[in-house]
């Protein structure tokens, strides 16, 4: 039994991208680092406490499949309402932690 609501995540969701909102509007790179690890503390912690589970095939080892019922904490969906994209930096970044996909900025040869 998770210890958080649907109505937890979404009002911790509404708090954090408040505040990334105004991260971005300072400009500031380390205050947007901080929200965005912010944010993924939040996320590990919603995971751990309520981790995605397939209730129709029950607990297995490979990967996910069309039939499977999944439930649990949705990370991509949380990440979106705090105003942060899913997808991962590309690893050849050289900026480092940021809030978004890597872009030529980070990584030079990369074409876009």
């Known amino acids: 039994m998770s210890r958080y609501t649907k109505q937890h995540y979404e009002d911790v969701a509404k708090a954090l991208k408040e505040n990334r909102d ?38 297995h080892d490979t990967g996910y499949s069309e039939d499977c019922k999944i439930t649990g904490f949705n990370r991509e969906q949380f990440l979106a309402a705090c105003g942060l994209e899913s997808t991962q930096p590309d690893p050849r970044c050289e900026v480092g932690s ?5 872009t030529s900025a980070c990584v030079p040869e990369r074409r876009d």
């Open 98 to 102: 940021h809030d978004g996909p890597c």
């Open 22 to 59: 105004w991260a971005l509007r300072l400009d500031n790179v380390h205050a947007r680092g901080v929200m965005a690890s912010t944010i993924g503390t939040f996320a590990d912690l919603f995971a751990a406490d309520n981790p995605k589970r397939c209730t129709f095939h029950g607990e």
